[in-house]
């Protein structure tokens, strides 16, 4: 186990696990909520097939902590600094090239909603909340939630749930494919856990690496540059299969 | 031009383009030069309406011959890969996206099997007609491999990132009704009915193009 501000690491078999560890609420104390280059240490290992986010105890995180957020933004110049870093970390979290699920129970507000909303897949507890309550505080998401969030289930749902603050329920966000799977809430570590197992045993990393990458450029290229480029990851796997067959 | 591994034909103004290697009409490598003169010399001079894309027998495709289409790309490497694809990919990709920018709807009849490279066929049509018990998935991860022309790029934008994940990376296959819970296919017909009640959903659309006034 490492630990890093709020954060603390545990490898699991291949998988990695990340816990946001500030319990009861774990409260990320700041924009910053991890060092990047701690956690590209973390992720160094090639062997690691994907990562699981989750929070320590009963809640994913119940967001920033205002107290302090409010302390940090009397100085413009940090504040920015501090959001930049966070967006920064958010990008990476949503651009890995491993699996990266969001084991989501209690509650899931806020800067916490916009960790899970990284992850490519998300998996709740049925007694899961979420909201983005910034507007309540006169602020908004800042680290990418009001892109993410429009994104992925349209501008109109997103603009209901940000305006208006409110809380959805676990049956609420699957029926809004805000997650994508819901499991009762004393079986999610194991779901979650068994999820990526099942999904990335007797898968070699560099096949998982690559179509996690190609499918990254689906969302950011353009469409035929994506094909392109989906051609030469598949042509660079052709040829090291070639090359394992001969060893 | 006469083709040997694909059947063409235009009927009531509707384009046929029939995978023809039964039983299971695996796409070989004689397949992708074909599909490469039928989108060439062929298809823009034709005059057609509407298009399906089905396989002859009972299945759609078993997709490509994978220890064919790796000895394929080892003797047609190019010296400066990455910078430079092997010419025969790129050509199918082309291909592939002449049937996706078609001025007419496109449609892939699917029944029996649908894996690989003929489930990317069936993306870059414009809707997908499957049968009851078809059997769909890219199985590319259990060779070391992934989906090659189009796939990993097609599944996302049509059933979000968490589904396009789970089905390429594990590579397992998946039911008729899994594809039309998720989006992949948009009806699903009786075996034997596919081609009939596809061609009746072509002809529809053709005919809602022409103006009620018009005699």
Redesign the interface.
Known sequence: MKQHKVIAWERNGDIGVLSIDNPPGNLLEEPEFMDRKWLEECLEDKSLKAMLIKGTGRHFSAGADMKLLKKLAQDESVMMKEMAAGKDLIRFIEQMDI?VVASVSGVCFGAGLEIALAC???ICSDNALFAFPETNYGIMPGLGGTVMLSK?IGPGKAAEIILSGDILNAQQALKL?LV?YCVPANEISDFSLGYLE???S???T???R???R??H???TLP??K???E?????????????Q?EEE | MLLKTIDWKIENDIGHLVLCQPPANTMSRHFFEEMSILTRDILPRADFKALIIYGKGRHFSSGADHYD??NR??EN?PAD??HE??GF??ET?RSF?FIENLPVPTFAAIRGTCFGSALELALHCRFRICAEGTVLGFPE??????????????L??IT???????L????RNFSAAEAYEWGIVHKIVHRRSLLEETVDLAKTMIHKHVPEWNP
């Open positions: 699996p490519p897949i998300r992925l494919r994508d099942k999904l990335t007797g898968r070699n560099e096949v998982i690559s179509v996690m190609s499918l450029n689906a969302q469409f035929e994506a094909l392109e989906e051609t030469k990851l598949f042509c660079t796997l052709a040829v090291k299969s070639m394992n | 289409l790796r790309i080892m490497m890969f990455p694809l092997p990919l790129k990709t996206l991860s259990s060779f070391g491999l992934m989906p090659g022309c189009g796939g990993s790029v097609k996302p934008a979000g990132l968490a589904k396009a994940i789970e390429i990376v594990s590579g």
